[in-house]
């Protein structure tokens, strides 16, 4: 009880800096210590690389859930972006031909139906009013379903040649460092700087804090929470154009449960759930705890594989108890 | 015939894997055909999430499409079992596909595949592959019993062929998690001489990764349940995939193929159809290669 | 014979200490009052004496012996219950549910509702407030939150009543009515202290007056010693002159013509005119629709009407449109509406007008030296780096007024612009906002405090109903104001609704 | 923008008194209109008999988020702890024999289960001051890998005998009306008394609404907190003790999205997600309607079941529109 708060402030606010850091240390120590192979340059870039979808999207949730929103939609909405993807370029390819081109107008394709689907959520939730729990639970159902549909109940698949030639776009890169990771590096550092030193950041911010003075303070509410959900579509087809190449198919589990990693990184890296508050640098150190939780537990195999759950659920609560600890007493 | 519509409800899991995905396909694409054939038939055909939701379905067609026959691919066999016995109790009659009850004589038409058979001949593959003996990893489905009994057959089957398993992890059925376990293994075992990816789905997964780490020392990836484009690499003779073993998800087709035939027809159809799982191998890869299906 | 007492009380936020020493006495029966400079510490001492923050040294008393709160319920056990500055309620719940927060009447395991929905009837009938015990907090104005606040006091039967500015959003009638709900208070025993910034209720009302300045007690006595101006002289440190400044205005162009402004449900048919380089200033009582139909105007609320800025006819549906044209209104409600309290000064100076700072990144350098200016014109007290939330109801105020002026409105309204700010303070905002005016800004002051209308404004638009009922000229007396607000003089033609 | 709210109060809360049951009305009627059998006795039956588990988990469900809060780990905790219960029903065949007893004791375990399982995340969301979604992540995570452990990978299934015996908790009931009905019912007049009519319910709002008002007026916010989560997890045991005779078994797939069902429903009931207000009756309103859904769609096949999530979708965003159509402009 107590105001306390108060005096306290400087000291917490070092922990909740320090705490995720923290974290992911503790996790790269101990993963080292397991096993000698986990700071090799492969699992390295194993893990790096496979945090990238998540990682991207969890970029644009940050921005969504810091103005006070939150989409549940992203996993399906990437999973229906992959299949419309992979269904436009196989239908092109007979047109077109094998190409760079087919594959530009599959990126293109991706970047629009993303942008188009986050619009969407965003027009539902701002000038309706409906909570953005209720509109994108809807619309995850609907992608959902949709790409399901799409597939026939099965699998889609890329064309075996048009995959050979997307595939660099996962696995290649320049420098040894494959794409996904470069992608990630640039979303993530452009987030970081849109949120800490542009209008929208403060703006998204302001509106998340409290909604009436962001309005009174002339802030285009409507028009800065919209902005917040269309990013994240976009970069939900930026991830899937990573995807795609990866294994060149999408199904119903495409994605599956993406959005509830995503938020939990989010939330792990610090930023507050109710809105006010979003650090981009602590969502990338979240989607890293997440991936390597689960790396970790792949490269050891000390437990019952079913009580994996069950680690990865402990260790994402000490997690957050390691930042928050300043405020326990 | 009387003229009277009969209705043939059939419940099976959703499309959340590849193989369900392939069981779904069939079986919208038999109750389409038949609709067709037989206009005095009508079906109700329900996907379901989860035991509970299955359950709910099929008290759904009782209470108000007053089925007369009942198709059901069991989510899990234990929680079917009563209220499917509740259906039979209404007189209805009874087809269970792939997942028996846990209580005999329920069902009028078994139509099943053989689990405990499909680890089975993966194992004895999988021995003869390596007849040196070697090291393997195994992708493992869902935690289930059909996963259970997959895996203890294989087990059987490798018992004393000294064939080590270095490591057996969940993939879920599912391309992207084996990809990501599969990338986990190769990282952790230096040499790995053959995968059991006990699924064809996560065999997919599996080859991606390895293919992406550029490894030679894996001689192939043995997965299951004959999607087509795998059956096509081993018919074309693509080393990485020897074989693959059977687990057609048509079976579904069979079953509400025989079903409608009994009721439209009354002929004798009860009892059980064993589909056994067959190991396909360059040979005669020809036989299982359908190339409209979706799986 | 003390009830409660603070003996050299000191205490520290962090490494800034904002009370040193304090010493203060309550003696039963009587009306004691704490006045001082925004920022004095006269909000932290009163959440010291009720248990709402701990001393960081020195003790408090209570019947003489030392007492240390456990928790916030424990002082209220005692018969200690404090009126908060800011606003203390659930905007979600209703009247009747924040009055009995905490303290519910029940029968059996249940509640009694009849008998609390009759008790908080009572209660608001004393304050002669007429809102519904069930209404919904948060559509409540904020002068009949303000009722709530001290109706959920007086619920308590209180050996001590400790009342943070409880007149800062009440008008003079009001007031009265809390002024007499006071001296009943004290007939019965209670011992009350209170603070305010009007100097003359003080001078009415108080029995003893202590008066504090950077943290400490500079004087401590009878109330009838010393009078309003000594009081002023006391607290800011420096002989005051006199309140408002000159009003040499030379109106120019028309800058703002509205006819027919209907806010649903508050105002109809209110039309003015207003020039460069004039004050207009709108009095009316509680619930005249003042707010409501400014905000309307700028776009804050659905609205009809027309509206002619600079003598182009707009439409102004949302508040950016209206700072684009050079319209901004300045909210009377800082907590809820005006301020981000879990935010820096910073953050919140630029808010309104981040676009000047962005320059495709915000340029945060021109942003610290607009917060240097600004502390240093509106004379903001408290740490630069502390959270918003934690400066005194003063200071952010004066931070909100800087916020609005940063965007620099050519036609700006005022809601309450002194809301709670001291004395001296005061009597710089009045020279800013004529000022203001004389830089050919044409500037609208909603105020309910009588005064302040008259000494600032050239014009005096006064509100009854949400209608317009009359136009006085600078030279107004607080009788006719009185007059047409309460509807006493004869309205011009127009029939009720 | 607009912020409308005031002068349409008056009409606005009624539209959102009127909405759900607007939306349940109207699918009803199209139900009546589709078939037949659907007002029948036995479909109404049914369908408010499974709307039990989710609604007693919801009407739990409605206070906690009411007070702010909200748990992700209901459903993976009804698995868990019908995992146990069949676990220790059937260990105790052998000494007890098949009888009440023992179903008596698998009782009383599941309420002690399920509160204790409440307490826990309670206290670590109140005592760490951990955020409430990172807390029940987790231990969904843990009750979901442990009841697989428990089951070994495979199913839990009651002991044959036992289950007949203990069957009739859902099948059974007094005058033709089955006892999860009863139940059910009973779990939500006392939610709806506790919510209006106590200090408790006031609570809950009055610190969903404003933690620090709540605290200034001496009440015992973590103590009321954790009272939330106990009473969920112990709702969580109610509706596992209905759940267990209707399937006999628990797996890894039990209970599976039951959280956010219950969460959907008690939004779409017109609880506020962000705290501070919550209607025990609307809850009940939104479980049926979702139950409704799942019902409507297998008495038509007029669409491919591959598109049912989306047309659940629609509906459930179409409900909600419906009921804040006032706020729209
Ligand atoms: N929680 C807090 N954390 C840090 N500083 C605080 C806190 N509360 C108050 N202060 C500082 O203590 C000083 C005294 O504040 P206080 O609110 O007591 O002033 P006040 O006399 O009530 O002023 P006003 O007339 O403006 O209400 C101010 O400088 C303020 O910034
Ligand atoms: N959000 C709201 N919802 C419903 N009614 C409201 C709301 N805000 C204010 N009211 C009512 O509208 C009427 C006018 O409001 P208000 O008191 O703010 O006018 P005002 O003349 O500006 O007075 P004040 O001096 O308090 O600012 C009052 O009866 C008030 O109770
Ligand atoms: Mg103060
Ligand atoms: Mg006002």
Known sequence: MSDAAV??????????????????????????????????????????????????????????ITAGGLDLSVGSMAAFIAGLMILVMNSLVPSMGVGVPVILVGMAVALLAGLAAGLLNGILITRLGIEAFIVTLGSMGIYRSLVTWLADGGTLSLDFNLRSLYQPVYYGGIFGITWPIIVFALVVLVGEVVMRSTAFGRYCAAIGSNEQVAKYSSVRVDRVRLMTYAALGLLVGIATIMYVPRLGSASSATGMLWELEAIAAVIIGGTVLKGGFGRVWGTVIGVLILTLIGNLLNLTDFVSPYLNGAIQGAIIVLAVVLQREGKAR | QDGETKVIGVSIPAATHGWAGGMNYFAQATVDRLEETYPQLDFVLATASDPAKQVNDIEDMVATRNIDALVVLPFESEPLTGPVQNVKASGAWITVVDRGLSQEGIEDLYVAGDNPGFGRVSGEFMASALPEGGKIVVLRGIPTTIDNERVEGFQAAIEGKNIEVLGMEHGDWNRDK????????????????????????????????????GRDDIKFVL??????????????GDAMIPANVTYPPSMIATAIEITAVGLVSQAPVSGDFIIGSVLVTPENAETYYYPDSPF | MTVLALRNVSRSFGPIEVLHGVDIALRPGRVHALIGENGAGKSTTMKIMTGYQ???????????????????????????????????????????????????????????KPAMRARTRELLDRLECRVSPDRVVSTLSNSDKQMVEIAKALLRDTRVLVMDEPTAVLTRAETAILLRQVRALREAGTAVLF????????????????IMRDGRVVWTGEAAAMDQHAMANAMVGREMSDLFPAKV???????LEVANLSVPGFSHDVGFTLRRGEVLGVAGLIGSGRTETFEGLCGLRPATGEVRVFGQPVRIDHPWQAQDLGLCYLTEDRKTRGLLLGKGLRENLTLQALSKFDRGLLDTGAEDRALTQ???????????????????????????????????????????????????????????????AAQGRAIVV??????EVIGLADRILVMRHGRVTGELGADATEDAIVRLAMGVAPTPSKEPA
């Open chain 3, 195 to 210: 603070t305010s910034h009007k100097l003359d209720e003080v001078e009415e009302i108080a029995d003893d007056l202590t």
């Open chain 2, 223 to 236: 997965g299951g349940a004959g999607m087509k484009e795998m059956i096509k690499r081993t018919m074309d």
């Open chain 3, 374 to 436: 600004a502390i240093a014109d509106f004379d903001i007290r408290g740490h630069r780096d502390a959270l918003v939330g934690n400066l005194s109801g003063g200071n952010q105020q004066k931070l909100l007024f800087a916020k609005t002026m940063l965007a620099d409105p050519q036609i700006i309204v005022i809601d309450e612009p002194t809301r709670g700010i001291d004395i001296g303070t005061k009597q710089q905002m009045y020279v800013l906002i004529r000022r203001l």
């Open chain 3, 54 to 112: 701990p001393p960081s040294s020195g003790q408090v008393l209570l019947d003489g012996r030392p007492v240390g709160f456990a928790n916030m319920g424990a002082a209220e056990d005692q018969g200690i219950s404090m009126i908060h500055q800011e606003f203390n309620l659930a905007e979600q719940l209703t009247v009747e549910q924040n009055i009995f927060l905490g303290r519910e009447l029940k029968r059996g395991p249940f509640l009694d």
């Open chain 1, 7 to 64: 005096p306290a402030a400087p000291r917490r606010i070092r922990m909740t800096v320090i705490g995720p850091i923290l974290a992911l240390v503790l996790l790269v120590v101990a993963g080292a210590l397991m096993n000698p192979n986990f700071l090799g340059w492969d699992n390295v870039t194993n893990v790096l690389a496979r945090s990238a979808f998540i990682g991207i999207i969890a970029v644009g949730m940050t921005f969504v």
């Open chain 2, 178 to 213: 084996s990809f990501t376990v599969m990338q986990d293994f190769l990282s952790k075992h230096p040499q790995i001489d053959a995968v059991w990816a006990s699924d064809d789905d996560m065999a997919v997964g599996a080859l991606g990764a390895i293919e992406a780490a």
């Open chain 3, 446 to 451: 909603i105020s309910s405090e009588m005064q």
């Open chain 3, 249 to 255: 205005s030379t109106p120019g162009e028309v800058a």
